[in-house]
């Protein structure tokens, strides 16, 4: 059973930096994807970033282009998202996801939330004016 957990979480003020960390376990594919999603208050789950196993291709929502920067450890199938110059507007709960990868189900590089298939409880981050 594949199971994620995020971590690093917390309140910090604007202009202020997080690191989040996602370890999967129960991990088997040779290729996949991971993800970061949000969902704050009374809006809609969006995708943050997501970056692929087997070639580290990324791609980022635009909110968070050159403030945020996701990194994986294919090895021990963990994924760290960096969280810098924070915005109130980044308050949400964080959630990690994964997409796998096999004959039939080739990985893409997106933040769309539908092509992933497992996800983790999420993580709260709370960013103060």
């Known amino acids: 059973e594949v199971q994620l957990v995020e971590s690093g979480g917390g309140l910090v003020q604007a202009g202020g930096s997080l690191r989040l960390s996602c370890v999967a376990s129960?991990?088997?594919?040779?290729?996949?994807?991971i993800a970061w999603f949000r969902q704050a208050p009374g809006k809609e789950r969006e995708g943050v970033a997501c970056i692929r196993s087997r070639d580290g291709d990324t791609d980022y929502a635009d909110a968070v282009k050159g403030r945020f920067t996701i990194s994986s450890d294919n090895a021990k199938h963990t994924a760290t998202l960096e969280m810098n110059s924070l915005k109130p507007e980044d308050t949400a709960v964080y959630y990690c996801?994964?997409?796998?990868?096999?004959?039939?189900?080739?990985?893409?590089?997106?933040?769309?939330?539908?092509?992933?298939?497992?996800w983790g409880q999420g993580t709260q981050v709370t960013v103060s004016s």
């Open positions: 129960g991990f088997t594919f040779d290729d996949y994807a």
């Open positions: 996801a994964v997409q796998p990868g096999g004959e039939l189900a080739v990985v893409i590089t997106t933040i769309v939330e539908e092509v992933y298939e497992y």
